[in-house]
């Protein structure tokens, strides 16, 4: 809301904040996809190595909360609606405020690349949970790069709701 009312007020418009543009979210939804299928192999490979250094020094790898809550709900449309929030609203939320808000502003501070590295530093803690630091600081850093190689919000946004729906998706099977 706050963002909506800052490009009311300066007269910006969404195309111009953030890369959307009319038509072209099928071309940017289908680059999402290569994207994270070209970052997934690297982030694959990291979370094993990592989860194995956190296991050689003792430390307990638990679900992160949201999942534990979401696999813990028995009502299906519960569990749809924690579903749906993970896959399509958090993405959104997320990726507007660090990816269309702060990559902007760390990028102008900092550089590119120290601005990428702190703002995926940044995605990563304020999940709060160290098993999943690594992957999400690698995954953070995608979708970074991802806004700043396409100039549109909507390829990480997707590239983020793929990677919820993916994980999502795994640990239900899994369940």
Request: aromatic share 12%.
């Amino acid at each position: 809301l706050l963002v909506a009312l800052s490009l009311v007020r300066r007269r910006v418009s969404l195309a111009a904040a953030f890369g959307w543009r009319a038509g072209a979210a099928p071309r940017h939804a289908g680059l999402a996809l290569l994207l994270y299928l070209g970052a997934m192999p690297l982030v694959i490979f990291y979370t094993w190595v990592y989860r194995a250094l956190l296991l050689q020094f003792g430390y307990r790898q638990e679900m992160q909360d949201v999942l534990r809550i979401v696999l813990g709900e028995r009502t299906p449309a519960l569990r749809a609606y924690f579903a749906a929030v993970g896959i399509a609203l958090a993405p959104i939320s997320e990726e507007l405020l660090f990816r269309g808000i702060g990559l902007p502003l760390f990028v102008r501070r900092f550089g590119a690349w120290r601005g990428v590295a702190l703002l995926s530093l940044l995605f990563a803690a304020l999940h709060f949970h160290v098993p999943s630091f690594v992957p999400l600081l690698l995954i953070g850093a995608a979708f970074s790069l991802a806004y700043l190689y396409s100039g549109s919000i909507t390829v990480p946004i997707v590239m983020h709701a793929v990677f919820n729906a993916v994980n999502l998706g795994l640990m239900l099977l899994l369940e």
